[in-house]
């Protein structure tokens, strides 16, 4: 009863691709993203860059953020994604991160900045199926700084309120 706008549904994005996220943010606004986090607790500002990319093992694609927005730093030129956390406005950037943001497509190994999530029910999942039974979904491929290419979604049907 106190909702100010509703949604009709959602609609997910192709998983894993830099276009469709890049059109999806500037033409629909927020989306909704899974990303591998859990080298972020010592971020507090810039650009983003992961150094450990290389290890498939170290993605475990495992929380919910929102990115809102793309840009360039004006002192480096590195491109960037501007994302919202729900860790506080203390921690990073007034509660965002700007995660580095390149078009595979543009590199000269596409997918060189992929790796494996052999726990993709952790952050992009359910576990249990309609009875109870656990459901193990299968290794995932996860691209683009901290996987945010992987997973993305959007609103659609949107309304306001009176």
């Known amino acids: 009863e106190d909702a100010v706008v509703t949604i009709s549904g959602y609609s997910s994005l192709q998983r894993n691709n830099y276009t469709e996220l890049m059109n999806a943010v500037a033409k629909a606004g927020p989306v909704a993203i899974s990303v591998a986090c859990s080298n972020w607790h010592l971020y507090g500002g810039g650009v983003y860059v992961e150094k450990d990319r290389a290890a498939a093992s170290s993605w475990d694609v495992n929380h919910l953020v929102v ?23 203390r921690w990073g950037e007034d509660g965002y ?10 590199a ?55």
């Open 67 to 89: 990115v809102e927005g793309y840009g360039t730093d004006q002192e480096t030129g590195q491109p960037f994604w501007l994302v919202r956390n729900s860790w506080s406005p």
């Open 108 to 162: 000269p190994h596409p997918d060189g900045d992929c790796g494996i999530d052999t726990t993709p029910g952790d952050g992009d999942a359910c576990t249990k199926d309609d009875t109870g039974k656990d459901i193990v979904p299968p290794a995932e491929k996860v691209c683009g700084t901290s996987a945010v290419y992987y997973s993305g979604v959007i609103p659609v049907g949107g309304e306001l309120v009176h």
């Open 97 to 106: 991160i700007r995660l580095m943001r390149h078009d595979p497509t543009k």
